[in-house]
């Protein structure tokens, strides 16, 4: 059985890495309290890149989903529209491509409203 990886598994390796990376680099500079003061914030450095990370990362795939629905879309309104120029089209085939354009419309609304909303409650 595979385990699959929680969604937030990437940001927090990003900031353990970015706070050990930061212990690593202050432990080289000599005692005293500029290194004292950048060692405790090596935990607030992790935190703060965990959330960054996790929020470009789903920022990007936003992007990503909505170009792929907009692509899909205008796929699906140039074929629709030459089934509807068509006249020996099965009218089935045509209703189901009509279909498919409003799915596509719906989802990009959808999507939409999702990112407003996760804007809004940040």
């Known amino acids: 059985m595979t385990r699959v990886p929680s969604r937030n598994t990437g940001a927090k ?3 353990v890495s970015a706070g050990t990376g ?4 202050v432990l080289t500079l000599p005692d ?29 795939d936003g992007i990503i989903k909505s170009k792929r ?12 529209s030459a ?14 491509a009509k279909q498919r354009v409003e799915d596509l419309i719906k989802m990009q609304i959808d999507t939409a409203v999702r990112k407003a909303e996760s804007i809004l409650s940040s």
């Open 13 to 15: 390796v990003v900031g």
């Open 69 to 80: 629905i907009m692509r899909e879309r205008v796929k699906a309104e140039r074929f629709y």
């Open 83 to 96: 089934l509807k120029g068509d006249a020996s089209a099965n009218p089935e085939l045509v209703q189901l």
């Open 22 to 25: 930061l212990s690593g680099l």
């Open 32 to 60: 005293g309290p500029l290194r004292l003061v950048l060692m405790m914030l090596c935990p607030t450095l992790t935190l703060v890149t965990s959330g960054l990370w996790r929020i470009a990362t789903d920022e990007i």
